[in-house]
C-alpha cells in the first residue's frame, strides 16, 4: 500500500513540477505566433 | 438625310452587337476546361482536387496561417471520427469480450495445491513503486485519451455541454502533464526488467503447453513467463511510441508540419487504442483471473505454493541463491478476545 501511496504522490509531484516548468517556457498563441508591431489586445 | 440617319442607326447597331458578342466569347473561354465553378452543379471535392492547396499571401511570421484550404485534413478528419473510433471500439470491446467469455469458461486460475502460507518476495519496494506510478497515470492517461476520441458521441449527450466541457478540460490537462511520470516510468521498467524479459526457449515451450491457461498444466518459467514477457515488450515499446508521437503533439510544429502532426496523432490514437486492449488482458489476469497474482504486486510476496506453480524455475533459483529454506511464515490472524 505504501508503495501505491508513495507512488500517486510522486506522479502528481512529477505532474506539477512539468505544468511549473513548460507555463514557464511557453508563450500564448497569440504572442508566439505574431511580431512586435502586432497590437494585441 | 433620314435615310442616311436611319442606315447608321442599323450599322451601329449591328457593331455594339458584335462587340458584346465578341466581349462575351473570351470570358468562357478563359475559365479551366473541366470546372467551372460559375456551374451550378460544380462539386467541392472536384474543384479541391484541381488545387492541392488553397494558398493566400500573408504578412506575419507564421506560414502555416496562409494555407485556407489544406484538402488532407478531411482525410485525417475522416481518420479520427470514423476509422479511429472503429478501430478503438473494436479492440476495446472486442478484447472485454474475449475476457468475459474466458472468465466464465476458464474460471480463476487457482493454486491447485491450496496455500502453504509460506511467503516468498518476489517485488522489491522500489519496483511495485514505479510499477504502480507508470500503472495509475495509464490508467488516467487512457480514460482521458478516450474521451477524446469518444467523449463527444459518447459523453457529451449524457452529460450536456457545460460538464463535458469542464470535464474535459481537466482530462486534458491531466493526460498532458501525467505524460511526464509515465514516460519516466516506463524508462525505468525498461531499465530494471530488461534482464528478466529477454526471450528465451523456455517462453516458446511455455506458449506451446497454453500458458497454464487451457487446463491444469502448469509449463515452467523463471521470474517473467513468456505471457509476461510480451507484456514487458508491449508496454516498453508502445510507451515509447506514445511517448514520443505524444510530445510531438504537445510540442507543435517544433520541427513539423501540419501532415507531420497528423501522421503524430495517428499514430499516437492507433498506438495507445491496441496498448489500452493489451493493458485490459494485463489487468484481469493479475487480478481476478489468478489466485495469488495480485499479491506479488500489492505486497510484493508470493505464496510459495503459487511460485511452484506457476514459477518454478525461478523458485529453484531464489532457493539457490538465498538458501533452502528462507520463505517467510504468513502472519496468523489472531482473532479478537
Known amino acids: 500500500m505504501k508503495s501505491f501511496i508513495a507512488a500517486c504522490v510522486v506522479a502528481i509531484v512529477l505532474a506539477i513540477i512539468g505544468d511549473v516548468a513548460l507555463n514557464s517556457l511557453q508563450q500564448p498563441a497569440d504572442a508566439a505566433f505574431s511580431t512586435q508591431a502586432v497590437r494585441l489586445g | ?337
Open chain 2, 1 to 337: 438625310m433620314a435615310k442616311i440617319f436611319a442606315h447608321l442607326r442599323s450599322i451601329a447597331g449591328a457593331l455594339t452587337l458584335a462587340f458584346v458578342v465578341a466581349m462575351a466569347a473570351p470570358v468562357s473561354a478563359q475559365q479551366p476546361n473541366s470546372v467551372n465553378p460559375q456551374a451550378s452543379a460544380v462539386k467541392e471535392q472536384q474543384l479541391l482536387q484541381q488545387l492541392k492547396t488553397i494558398k493566400g499571401l500573408g504578412t506575419i511570421p507564421d506560414t502555416k496561417s496562409y494555407v485556407l484550404e489544406h484538402p488532407a485534413g478531411r482525410d485525417w478528419r475522416e481518420f479520427r471520427t470514423v476509422t479511429l473510433r472503429w478501430i478503438g471500439g473494436i479492440a476495446i470491446l472486442g478484447i472485454l469480450a474475449v475476457l468475459i467469455i474466458f472468465y466464465l469458461w476458464r474460471g480463476m486460475v487457482k493454486i491447485e495445491s491450496g496455500r502453504s502460507g509460506r511467503l516468498i518476495v518476489r517485488f522489491n519496494a522500489f519496483e511495485r513503486f514505479v510499477h504502480w506510478m507508470t500503472a495509475t497515470c495509464f490508467i488516467i492517461l487512457a480514460i482521458s485519451g478516450l474521451n477524446i476520441t469518444f467523449g463527444r458521441p459518447l459523453l457529451l449527450p449524457l452529460i450536456g455541454a457545460q460538464a463535458f466541457t469542464d470535464w474535459s478540460q481537466w482530462a486534458k490537462y491531466a493526460h498532458n502533464y501525467l505524460s511526464f511520470p509515465f514516460t519516466i516510468g516506463v524508462v525505468l521498467i525498461f531499465l530494471m526488467w530488461i534482464a528478466g524479459n529477454i526471450p528465451n526457449k523456455v517462453d516458446v515451450e511455455w506458449f506451446k503447453r497454453g500458458g497454464g491457461m487451457v487446463g491444469h498444466d502448469h509449463p515452467p518459467a523463471y521470474r517473467f513467463n513468456g505471457g509476461q514477457k510480451a507484456i514487458y515488450w508491449i508496454v516498453v515499446l508502445g510507451g515509447t511510441a506514445v511517448a514520443v508521437s505524444g510530445y510531438v503533439l504537445m510540442f507543435p510544429f517544433y520541427g513539423t508540419d501540419i501532415d507531420s502532426m497528423q501522421y503524430a496523432e495517428m499514430v499516437h490514437a492507433v498506438i495507445a487504442m491496441l496498448f489500452i486492449a493489451a493493458m485490459l488482458g494485463h489487468i484481469y489476469i493479475g487480478t481476478i483471473g489468478m489466485e495469488g497474482a495480485f499479491e506479488a504486486m500489492g505486497e510484493g510476496t508470493v505464496d510459495v505454493n503459487w511460485a511452484k506453480e506457476h514459477h518454478s524455475l525461478w523458485l529453484e533459483d531464489e532457493k539457490a541463491r538465498t538458501g533452502p529454506d528462507q520463505s517467510q511464515r504468513q502472519p496468523m490472524a489472531t482473532p479478537a478476545e
